[in-house]
């Protein structure tokens, strides 16, 4: 069955460092996004990506993020310089369709310490 | 405000007892609905939704969950419970046009299961 996969699976960083955290979406879908969930706390949407822009991101997603679909397979999350607020777990989705006819597929998600 | 509330925090029950997983939400219109379970080490799986039709819902493993306009909610059920679904389950919504899936999540409630 398809998948969608997430490495790595868990990272520990330095606070002010850069973290990538990469995603490689099913195959076929068109649709891609980050959501994260802070330990306790809700599942948040992040951002979703179409056609190679970005095409929401919520209020968390300031500048210190970005992604990118670097190639024809992988989807990144890139945090320029992390804070001790930034440790989640960050989970990657892609779907077929746009809106709510299309199930959403999660990833096993990355757990980002940062110290 | 957009919201979801899932009451319980924690659940326990017996193997082969039933189960309800209680989920209000609040929002503009009625939502699309969702739950999700996560088990541990595990992404985020879909086990039924709701977009329109037939308020009582069939998913896998033996879940339904039944959508109340009135009552605002989409409580989550399953008559005789195993082993296998110890984990943590997320209610969530989502708009009905546009939103590229925006789901909002619930807090989520963790089960666990006695032999």
């Known amino acids: 069955e398809p998948e969608v996969t997430q490495t790595p699976s868990h990272q520990v960083t330095q606070m002010g460092q850069e973290v990538i955290l990469r995603c490689v979406p099913i195959?076929?879908?068109?649709?891609f996004y980050w959501y994260r969930q802070i330990l306790g706390q809700k599942v948040e949407f992040l951002v979703s990506f179409y056609n190679n822009e970005i095409s929401e991101k919520s209020e968390i997603f300031d500048d210190q993020f970005s992604v990118e679909r670097p190639d024809g397979s992988n989807f990144t999350l890139k945090i320029r310089s992390t804070k001790l607020e930034d440790s989640a777990m960050y989970f990657c989705?892609?779907?077929?369709?746009?809106?709510?006819?299309?199930?959403?597929?999660f990833g096993e998600g990355s757990r980002l310490t940062v110290l | 405000a957009q919201s979801v509330t899932q009451p319980d925090i924690h659940i326990t029950v017996s193997e082969g007892a039933s189960l309800e997983l209680r989920c209000n939400y609040s929002y503009g219109a009625t939502p699309y609905l969702f739950w999700y379970v996560q088990s541990p080490g595990q992404g985020l799986q879909l086990l039924l939704k709701y977009f329109s039709g037939d308020t009582l819902v069939q998913g896998i493993k033996g879940f339904e969950a039944e959508f109340k306009r009135s009552q605002s909610s989409f409580n989550l059920r399953k008559p005789s419970v195993h082993w296998s679904d110890a984990a943590e389950y997320f209610c969530?919504?989502?708009?009905?046009?546009?939103?590229?899936?925006?789901?909002?999540f619930g807090a989520g409630t963790r089960l666990a299961v006695h032999p």
């Open positions: 969530a919504v989502g708009p009905r046009s546009g939103g590229y899936n925006k789901l909002i």
């Open positions: 989705a892609s779907s077929e369709v746009r809106g709510n006819t299309g199930e959403l597929f």
């Open positions: 195959s076929n879908h068109l649709y």
